[in-house]
């Protein structure tokens, strides 16, 4: 019996560098994503935020999941650098997690560097 198309939450199982970034997407381990992702220990998952949408706690919640692993979180905020709100900010402190907010440029070049370096970095990047 035939199945249809089977839709999954879009997940890459692993650690990979940015190749490159740009025209609403990046490319890693020779695939592209359109959209916004998040690169966790776990692996790569696609982010559904938007330039412009607010930071809020419950959009970190999977980069919180995963605490234990996290030394340093870089956050591409877009173009622009945008400060994390004082609540994000505080749980990502609780949560043992240095955060950085920087344009997503900067924070995919900083997280190529750390990653090459085998730190604990993650980073949550929006899509520009």
């Not at 622009?80 to 240095?98: D, F």
Request: aromatic share 6%; proline share 5%.
């Amino acid at each position: 019996m035939a199945k249809g198309i089977e839709m999954r939450e879009a997940h890459f199982p692993g650690r990979a560098p940015v190749d490159a970034y740009g025209n609403g997407g990046f490319r890693f381990a020779d695939m592209s994503h359109r959209g916004s992702v998040l690169m966790l220990p776990s692996g790569i998952y696609a982010w559904d935020l938007i330039e412009g949408d607010p930071l809020s706690v419950q959009k970190f919640q999977r980069v919180l999941d995963e605490a234990r692993e996290i030394e340093v979180l870089l956050v591409g905020t877009g173009r622009e650098i945008r400060p994390l709100p004082k609540e994000l900010k505080a749980a990502l402190t609780a949560a043992g997690i240095s955060s950085d907010p920087m344009n997503t440029g900067a924070a995919v070049r900083t997280y190529n560097v750390m990653l090459a370096e085998s730190r604990a970095v993650a980073a949550a990047l929006i899509a520009v």
